[in-house]
């Protein structure tokens, strides 16, 4: 049995809205947040698949290189990441999966056509509702799980790429279920996506142990910059430009999580310089530190124990300027 909450009542009236959206209307887009995650991938892939059970014409859209590890997701192979893509035409309905906002979306924001109707699906504390339509769950494990609400509530057929897309959904946005958002739901959804045909152990290999030699060489390089700052209650890591340039295809999702492995670190923060003197930092946090708030004032954002942010300046003062930050919580 799926456990409900006091927001039930609310995803029911608001998935009995975009169910009468989805009859009325023909040309859709999904789309998901740039630097793709298996989290945001998976929910726009569900819906596509959901839509084209509808019959509708659908075309998946991301503004930014989709990471090869998910190549295994049903239509992959058809998302478009050119914003230029003549295949595009004109969608009445756009929905956003896994975006706390619309910049989220990259150049997406831009071409969305004024016309059109804009469903918001997330589970982002930080989301500020930009839809015309708004699905935010901030309880939700993930947005598969947000979109899998959705989907039941529309009848889904199930088969194992519905079973596949949702267990990885949350699978990656729960650490492989070790983050405080295993909910009971989140894992009772999985146990019944393994019923339905997701293999959890395939899932894992595709997704965890296919790292290319230049990725494990990027977090060998990255964990040897590993410092501690407030008497290792704060552990930070830095790659540089340098490095990455020197090796094609780094994917450092998830290196900021070995800095969980350390003991008596509370905060944990990986700084990755994307451009020269410009990191895309990831935080996470273990019990009492709401690093949303602290990405916030970065101008990012995220969730409680796991957010974001892209701040710029050199290295070092980058690193300062986010251990100033956070101050308050360890003086
Ligand atoms: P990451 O550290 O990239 O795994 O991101 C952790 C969480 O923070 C994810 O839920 C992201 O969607 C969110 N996040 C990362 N960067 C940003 C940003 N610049 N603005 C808002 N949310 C972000
Ligand atoms: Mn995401
Ligand atoms: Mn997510």
């Given at each position: 049995m ?49 839509l ?10 991301v503004?930014?290189h ?18 230029a ?10 929905f956003?999966l ?35 339509i ?11 799980e ?68 230049s ?11 590993l ?23 780094i994917?450092t999702?998830?290196f900021?999580?070995?800095l969980?492995?350390?003991?008596g ?21 273990k ?14 954002g995220?969730h ?8 710029c ?19």
């Amino acid at each position: 049995m799926i456990h409900r909450d006091s927001t039930m009542n609310d995803i029911t009236n608001i998935s009995k809205q975009i169910a009468d959206l989805i009859n009325k209307h023909q040309n859709f887009w999904v789309t998901t947040h740039i630097h793709p995650d298996g989290d945001g991938l998976a929910s726009m892939l569900l819906m596509k698949l959901l839509l084209e059970q509808h019959s509708k014409n659908v075309i998946a859209i991301v503004d930014d290189h989709i990471p090869r590890k998910f190549d295994f997701f049903h239509s992959f192979h058809e998302i478009i990441t050119d914003v230029a893509d003549g295949r595009l035409g004109q969608p009445d309905i756009v929905f956003a999966l896994d975006a706390s906002n619309i910049s989220r979306l990259g150049d997406i924001e831009k071409i969305i056509p004024k016309s059109a109707t804009l469903i918001n699906i997330d589970h982002h504390v930080s989301n500020d509702y930009f839809g015309d339509i708004n699905l935010v769950v901030g309880e939700a494990s993930s947005a598969a799980e947000v979109t899998w609400q959705v989907l039941e509530y529309c009848n889904v057929k199930m088969n194992s790429n519905v079973a596949t897309l949702v267990y990885s959904g949350i699978i990656c946005d729960t650490g492989r279920f070790t983050f405080p958002n295993t909910s009971a739901r989140a894992l009772d959804i999985c146990s019944k996506m393994v019923s339905e045909g997701a293999s959890s152990a395939d899932i894992a290999d595709k997704i965890y142990f296919r790292s290319s030699q230049s990725t494990i060489l990027g977090l060998v390089e990255s964990l040897s910059t590993l410092q501690f700052h407030y008497q290792g209650k704060v552990a930070s890591m830095v790659l540089s430009n340098d490095f990455m340039c020197k090796h094609d295809h780094i994917d450092t999702e998830g290196f900021v999580d070995n800095l969980l492995a350390v003991d008596g670190t509370e905060v944990e923060f990986f700084m990755k310089e994307h451009n020269k003197d410009c990191f895309r930092v990831s935080f996470r946090s273990k019990n009492h530190v709401d690093v949303n708030e602290v990405a916030k004032i970065f101008g990012g954002g995220g969730h409680r124990r796991a957010a974001g942010a892209t701040i710029c300046g050199d290295a070092q003062t980058v690193k300062l300027k986010i251990v100033d930050a956070l101050e308050t919580f360890f003086n």
